[in-house]
């Protein structure tokens, strides 16, 4: 059966969702679905992953000006916009991601026949979207087909805070092995074939807990001299996370090489992987470093890392969530200890079944089944 599906973000730049839906649009194209991706907020050019020749590639700005002044008079046209296109594509299923473009999805579609489906990627909770859009998400999420959630505890805070949703619970596929694009950054200009190399990937900004990493990797930086970090990414505090590398004197250990569109040959090089986040929804660069053979160590979010690693298996949770001390130890524990490293980096790579792509797109066409009878 083929589908018509209209494929809904904000933006695609480098973020986790904007990395799944550009593998879930690929591989709906690649089995003959007709795919529509629509960005709602970014401008034309703005995409960083690779997309199928199949894949429509829409900007909602090219329908609504390209003016960058903001109010309501501009979200209306957004909204009329997006009104228009869903009536003229007739897809068979209207997919959204993000709480923002889930509110506008689903009061651009009131009272038309469409299913629309919306998809939470990180755990409401932890992810302020200020009372506006909180009390738009509660009046909104009950008119959608389903809601999608990441996790089970997702799912328990949906029926708890907006019961008359419908959800689910789908994760992330995990891509492997992952599509290459630009910038490329080789490993070998950064690090010595003879260095060990712990690998952080992620947006630098406050939730990922990176200004905790720093401090937890100079205090065992004496201990383990043959060990160098490397946190790949771009964000708001990269500039406050160098100042900070300055401070501890650890520039020729600590690297900040910048985003990169080749992210599988870090994984690839990498001896150990470390995720000191705060919060989390379903963390992509977690699942892609356990599937090139990273044993990790995380941090025990409320969501997200828990449903990944099996702690001791194929790498380590630490709690409390933002203990310098904790992570410091856990880090030490694999950083030292050769033989269980490789051994829960052997074991990691079962995750490439746990979140392949076709166990994943199985549970999107059962539900897709279900809201379009």
């Given at each position: 059966m083929i589908r018509k599906i209209l494929f809904l973000v904000s933006s695609m730049n480098s973020g986790g969702a904007e990395r799944v839906a550009a593998n879930l649009a690929n591989a709906?194209?690649?089995?003959?679905?007709?795919?529509?991706?629509?960005?709602?907020?970014?401008?034309?050019?703005?995409?960083?992953?690779?997309?199928?020749?199949?894949?429509?590639?829409?900007?909602?700005a090219d329908l609504t000006g390209h003016s960058d002044r903001q109010g309501p008079l501009r979200q209306v046209k957004r909204l009329l916009a997006l009104r228009r296109l869903i009536k003229t594509t007739k897809p068979?299923?209207?997919l959204s991601f993000l709480s923002n473009v889930n509110i506008a999805a689903l009061v651009a579609s009131y009272y038309s026949e469409y299913s629309v489906i919306v998809s939470e990627h990180t755990y409401p909770p932890m992810a302020s979207v200020g009372w506006v859009y909180k009390c738009l998400r509660k009046w909104t999420y009950p008119y959608a087909a389903c809601v999608v959630m990441l996790t089970n505890e997702g799912l328990s805070w949906l029926n708890d805070k907006i019961p008359r949703a419908r959800g689910v619970v789908i994760p992330n596929p995990s891509?492997?092995?992952?599509?290459?694009?630009?910038?490329?950054?080789?490993?070998?200009?950064?690090?010595?074939?003879?260095?060990?190399?712990?690998?952080?990937?992620?947006?630098?900004?406050?939730?990922?807990?990176?200004?905790?990493?720093?401090?937890?990797?100079?205090?065992?930086?004496a201990m383990h001299q043959n060990w160098d970090l490397v946190i790949l990414g771009e964000g708001p505090l990269r500039r406050s996370l160098a100042s900070q590398v300055q401070v501890l004197g650890l520039e020729a250990r600590i690297h900040l090489p910048g985003r990169a569109g080749n992210v599988s040959d870090w994984y690839q090089r990498a001896d150990l992987y470390v995720m000191s986040s705060l919060s989390e929804g379903f963390p992509n660069t977690l699942v892609e470093a356990m599937a090139y053979g990273c044993a990790a160590v995380s941090s025990d979010c409320?969501?997200?890392p828990r449903d990944i690693i099996r702690h001791g298996v194929d790498g380590l949770l630490v709690s409390p969530v933002g203990d310098v001390p904790a992570l410091a130890s856990a880090l030490d524990q694999l950083m030292r200890n050769d033989e269980a490293r490789e051994r829960m980096g052997q074991r990691a790579i079962e995750i490439r079944e746990r979140y392949s792509?076709?166990?994943?797109?199985?549970m999107w066409d059962k539900l897709f089944d279900k809201v379009t009878k």
């Open positions: 709906w194209v690649e089995r003959g679905d007709q795919v529509t991706l629509v960005v709602t907020y970014s401008k034309r050019g703005e995409c960083f992953y690779s997309l199928s020749e199949g894949v429509e590639l829409c900007y909602l068979d299923v209207v891509c492997y092995p992952l599509a290459v694009s630009e910038p490329s950054l080789a490993p070998t200009s950064w690090i010595t074939p003879e260095r060990r190399l712990l690998l952080a990937v992620g947006r630098i900004d406050e939730n990922k807990g990176f200004d905790y990493l720093l401090i937890a990797f100079s205090e065992l930086a409320d969501t997200g792509p076709e166990s994943i797109l199985t």
